[in-house]
């Protein structure tokens, strides 16, 4: 952990990708562009399974990743949290995904997480949705919470339940992820920092809609849903946070919804991992929408 002059914190892992990666048992002479490819989701019931002695190392490398990258290396988590669901029964494909991952941190090893706060009193959270994208037909969800430079709290995980619709989707990642909002609001007003603007950013118009209004924006086809998850509504006012609107090509949680490639990938990473402010995004979306909103306000 190393302390910055402009007051940020800069936080490597150095030593544990290198364990990890001799760990593996295997040469990693390749650097990979990213994480993993497209087909992360992806499993053939045809594919070898591993011999005990693979499955072994498979299960001990997979869980330094996990730790690695829930401390440091954000940009890794969606191929990790996949991995992790591989454990009990690994095959040749996901051997070949986690070496994937290596060759992606042996190219990217001198790589930080930086965090730190442009203003405290704002916390922007961004949740997202890949609708059915496993092979049990589960959606992905991902979410990130940042006070301006880099992502300090994230989610990525494969959703408990099979849901009937990308909305229904968007509105259980919501719920997945809105106590992380709320614990970051409590831990912060504890320490004596008020927070005054509480922003949850989603590119789902019809899941903004049902979050807001409850029951009252529900069709025939959306009524369906569990009525538990109509307890955000009621969150949303309790902890006075405003669901803004973002576009998709804006969203930083799609980083952690999928396996993303080229330059969306390297663009959404430079923000999560602090390597550009948040505001960078923000910026170019956040005034058009406030635009929108202030002309349909009648005095």
């Known amino acids: 952990i190393k302390m910055n002059e402009n007051r940020t914190v800069s936080i490597d892992m150095k030593d544990y990708v290198l364990n990890a990666i001799e760990s593996f048992g295997e040469d990693i002479t390749k650097n990979a562009a990213t994480p993993a490819t497209r087909f992360l989701f992806d499993i053939r019931d045809e594919a070898l399974k591993l011999s005990p002695e693979k499955e072994e190392v498979f299960h001990s490398v997979v869980a330094k990743l996990l730790y690695i990258s829930k401390r440091c290396r954000l940009d890794i988590q969606n191929a990790v949290a996949f991995l992790t669901t591989r454990v009990s029964k690994p095959d040749e494909d996901d051997w070949k995904k986690l070496k994937r991952v290596l060759q992606y941190l042996r190219g990217t090893i001198d790589d930080t997480l930086v965090l730190g706060c442009i203003d405290v009193g704002k916390m922007k959270s961004f949740v997202d949705a890949a609708f059915a994208v ?52 409590m831990f912060l007003e504890h320490q004596g920092y008020i927070i005054d603007e509480n922003l949850l950013y989603q590119d789902n118009q019809s899941a903004i ?51 993303l490639q080229g330059k969306l990938f390297h663009y959404l990473k430079a923000i999560i991992m602090g ?7 923000t910026s170019k979306f956040e005034d058009r929408a406030q635009e929108r909103v202030g002309s349909n306000v009648k005095n």
């Open 134 to 185: 496993h092979p049990d037909m589960k959606s992905h969800t991902g979410g990130g919470i940042s006070f301006g430079i880099g992502v300090i709290l994230s989610m990525c995980l494969k959703q408990k339940l099979n849901t009937k619709s990308s909305t229904e989707a968007e509105i259980v990642g919501v719920s997945d992820f809105l106590s992380n909002m709320i614990w970051a609001r």
């Open 209 to 259: 809609k049902i979050e807001k209004n409850g029951s009252k924006s529900c069709s025939k086809r959306s009524r369906h849903i569990n009525m538990r998850y109509f307890f955000i509504k009621d969150r949303l006012e309790s902890e006075n946070i405003e669901v803004v609107f973002c576009p998709t090509e804006y969203m930083v949680a799609d980083f952690f919804t999928k396996p």
């Open 275 to 281: 390597h550009e402010p948040i505001t960078m995004l």
